[in-house]
C-alpha cells in the first residue's frame, strides 16, 4: 500500500474531511480538498483524480479500519465517519505499523553497546512496554559490531569533543611502546574491520602540530585540556578516504594497481569492489582483469592477501614482489 509522503498528505485531508459534520463532502469534493492540500503542502500542482480518492479511502478502510458513512442523496453520495470524535491520528498502530516498528527497534537495540547512546535503551524501553512489543519475534538483521572492544566506554566523551570544540589530553599507548601524553584537537571518528579510530591534531614537542590517527582501544586515559581548540578547515574527511583502503592516510601517490581475477571469485568483486575505483579493463573466460587507483597501504595490502589464491598482481611490480615476501614468510612459519 502506498505509504509515500503524497499518500499520507490525501489521508490525513481525508481524515480531515469525514471528521466534519458541518459539511457534505462527495468524491469531487474530496478530490478537489486533496489537490488543493498537495498544492499547497507539497507544491503539487497536477492533482490526483477520483480513482485515486477511491483507493485510498479503500486503503485507510484497510489499514486503520475506520468508521465510515456512506450516506446516498439522490444519485450522489457523500462520506463521513459514525462519528465526529474519530481521527487516524487518534488511533493505535496498526498491525503493519506495529511490524516496522518492532524492526525499528531491533535495528535501534544495535547500538545499546556504544556509549554515546545509553539514553536509547530508556526510550525503547519505554516504547516497548507502551505498545506492548516485548513478545516480539526472533530478530532478522544483524550487525556487526564488538561490544567488548576496549576502548569504547570513551567513545562517548570523545564523540562529545568533537561536537564542542574541545581540545583533549590523550594517555596513549601503542603496541610494545611506552605510553605517551598528548595534546590532542579531535575531528573525526571512523570505523574499520571493527576497530574505531580518532583523528585529530596533535602537538609534538618543539614541532607545528599534525594530523594523526589513534585506535580508540589504544587510549589509556582522556581528560580536557585548557588549550584552546584549532579548529579544522582545512580537511574534508569525506574526501579525506577516498583515495585508500581502512584509514591508514599516507603522503603518497596514487599508484594504478592491476589484478587479474578468477572468475570463480569475481561476481563477489564485482558486487563488492574492492575500491571505489575500481573498473573492468578486460575479461575472457577464466579472468577478469580490473584496475584500482588507489594509495597503497597496509589495509589494502591485507585486503589482497585475503584473495590471494584467487588473484594475479599485475601490476605494480613493487606490490607483488611484497606479497610475495608476505606468503614466503607466512609458509615458513606454518610448515
Given at each position: 500500500?502506498?505509504t509515500?509522503k503524497q499518500?499520507?498528505?490525501?489521508?490525513?485531508?481525508?481524515?480531515?474531511c469525514f471528521s466534519?459534520?458541518g459539511r457534505r463532502y462527495y468524491?469531487?469534493?474530496l478530490?478537489?480538498?486533496?489537490n488543493k492540500a498537495?498544492f499547497?503542502?507539497a507544491?503539487?500542482e497536477?492533482g490526483?483524480?477520483i480513482r485515486q480518492?477511491?483507493?485510498?479511502i479503500s486503503?485507510?478502510e484497510?489499514i486503520?479500519d475506520?468508521?465510515?458513512?456512506?450516506r446516498?442523496e439522490g444519485?450522489?453520495v457523500y462520506y463521513h465517519?459514525n462519528?465526529s470524535?474519530?481521527?487516524?491520528?487518534?488511533?493505535l498502530?496498526n498491525?503493519?505499523?506495529?511490524?516496522?516498528?518492532?524492526?525499528?527497534?531491533?535495528?535501534?537495540?544495535?547500538?545499546?553497546g556504544?556509549?554515546?547512546?545509553?539514553?536509547?535503551?530508556?526510550?525503547?524501553a519505554r516504547?516497548?512496554n507502551d505498545?506492548?512489543l516485548?513478545?516480539?519475534?526472533?530478530?532478522?538483521v544483524?550487525?556487526?559490531?564488538?561490544?567488548y572492544l576496549k576502548g569504547?566506554?570513551?567513545f562517548s566523551?570523545i564523540f562529545?569533543?568533537?561536537?564542542?570544540?574541545?581540545?583533549?589530553?590523550i594517555?596513549?599507548?601503542?603496541?610494545?611502546?611506552?605510553?605517551?601524553?598528548y595534546i590532542?584537537?579531535?575531528y573525526?571518528?571512523k570505523?574499520?574491520?571493527n576497530?574505531w579510530f580518532?583523528?585529530g591534531?596533535?602537538?609534538f614537542?618543539?614541532?607545528?602540530?599534525?594530523?594523526?590517527?589513534?585506535a580508540l582501544d589504544r587510549i589509556e586515559?582522556?581528560?580536557?585540556?585548557?588549550e584552546?581548540?584549532?579548529?579544522?578547515n582545512?580537511i574534508?574527511f569525506?574526501?579525506?578516504?577516498?583515495?585508500?583502503i581502512g584509514?591508514?592516510v599516507?603522503?603518497?601517490q596514487?599508484?594504478?594497481?592491476?589484478?587479474e581475477i578468477?572468475?570463480v571469485?569475481?561476481?563477489?568483486v564485482?558486487?563488492k569492489?574492492l575500491?571505489?575505483?575500481q573498473k573492468?579493463?578486460s575479461?575472457?573466460?577464466?579472468?577478469?582483469t580490473?584496475?584500482?587507483?588507489?594509495?597503497?597501504n597496509y589495509?589494502?595490502?591485507n585486503?589482497?592477501?585475503s584473495?590471494?589464491?584467487k588473484?594475479k598482481i599485475?601490476?605494480?611490480?613493487h606490490l607483488?614482489?611484497?606479497?610475495?615476501i608476505?606468503?614466503?614468510?607466512?609458509?615458513k612459519k606454518?610448515?
Amino acid at each position: 500500500m502506498p505509504t509515500n509522503k503524497q499518500a499520507q498528505i490525501r489521508y490525513q485531508t481525508l481524515d480531515r474531511c469525514f471528521s466534519n459534520f458541518g459539511r457534505r463532502y462527495y468524491i469531487e469534493d474530496l478530490m478537489q480538498e486533496c489537490n488543493k492540500a498537495l498544492f499547497f503542502q507539497a507544491g503539487i500542482e497536477k492533482g490526483v483524480q477520483i480513482r485515486q480518492i477511491r483507493q485510498d479511502i479503500s486503503d485507510m478502510e484497510t489499514i486503520w479500519d475506520i468508521p465510515l458513512c456512506r450516506r446516498r442523496e439522490g444519485k450522489k453520495v457523500y462520506y463521513h465517519y459514525n462519528t465526529s470524535s474519530y481521527s487516524i491520528n487518534n488511533q493505535l498502530l496498526n498491525e503493519m505499523e506495529v511490524n516496522q516498528l518492532k524492526e525499528t527497534i531491533y535495528m535501534l537495540n544495535r547500538f545499546k553497546g556504544m556509549p554515546q547512546f545509553t539514553w536509547m535503551e530508556e526510550i525503547l524501553a519505554r516504547i516497548e512496554n507502551d505498545f506492548n512489543l516485548r513478545q516480539t519475534p526472533k530478530n532478522i538483521v544483524a550487525f556487526e559490531q564488538n561490544p567488548y572492544l576496549k576502548g569504547l566506554n570513551l567513545f562517548s566523551d570523545i564523540f562529545n569533543a568533537i561536537v564542542n570544540k574541545q581540545t583533549l589530553t590523550i594517555v596513549y599507548q601503542r603496541f610494545f611502546k611506552e605510553k605517551k601524553q598528548y595534546i590532542f584537537h579531535p575531528y573525526f571518528l571512523k570505523q574499520y574491520n571493527n576497530r574505531w579510530f580518532l583523528f585529530g591534531l596533535c602537538h609534538f614537542s618543539k614541532q607545528e602540530p599534525s594530523l594523526i590517527i589513534l585506535a580508540l582501544d589504544r587510549i589509556e586515559k582522556i581528560s580536557y585540556s585548557n588549550e584552546p581548540y584549532i579548529e579544522n578547515n582545512d580537511i574534508n574527511f569525506d574526501e579525506y578516504f577516498e583515495d585508500v583502503i581502512g584509514v591508514s592516510v599516507y603522503n603518497k601517490q596514487l599508484e594504478k594497481v592491476v589484478l587479474e581475477i578468477d572468475n570463480v571469485l569475481f561476481p563477489y568483486v564485482h558486487t563488492k569492489p574492492l575500491h571505489g575505483s575500481q573498473k573492468i579493463k578486460s575479461q575472457n573466460e577464466e579472468t577478469t582483469t580490473i584496475e584500482l587507483s588507489l594509495i597503497i597501504n597496509y589495509e589494502a595490502e591485507n585486503l589482497f592477501l585475503s584473495y590471494i589464491d584467487k588473484i594475479k598482481i599485475v601490476s605494480p611490480i613493487h606490490l607483488r614482489e611484497k606479497m610475495l615476501i608476505r606468503l614466503k614468510e607466512a609458509m615458513k612459519k606454518n610448515q
